[in-house]
């Protein structure tokens, strides 16, 4: 990292890529991590989508929890309901 005389502050490739992988360990969103790290939210924006990276961690488990209807329907054995921002409701019959 070098300081380019106008205050603002020059990293490389490499330095980016640590910065943006502890972004995306974080679980912090972009402006969020930006505050907390002194960063232009527009800059890790741009080397988040250079590096191929995304505000979700890869890979990581989400585990499905069955739970009763709550006054909606209610699922039957064999049943995985997803509901989504929208309104919008996926269901599976296994």
């Known amino acids: 990292m070098r300081d380019r005389g106008s205050g603002r502050v020059m990293r490389s490739r490499a330095e980016w890529r640590e910065i943006v992988d502890r972004f995306v360990e974080s679980g912090l969103s972009q402006a969020a991590f930006c505050r907390r790290e002194g960063l232009a939210k527009g800059s890790l924006s741009h080397w988040t989508r250079q590096l191929g990276k995304t505000d979700a961690r890869p890979g ?26 929208g309104g919008v409701r996926l269901r599976w019959r296994l």
């Open 60 to 85: 990581a488990f989400v585990e499905l929890a069955m739970q009763p209807g709550n006054g909606e329907e209610a699922l039957r054995p064999g049943e995985v309901e997803l509901a989504m921002p």
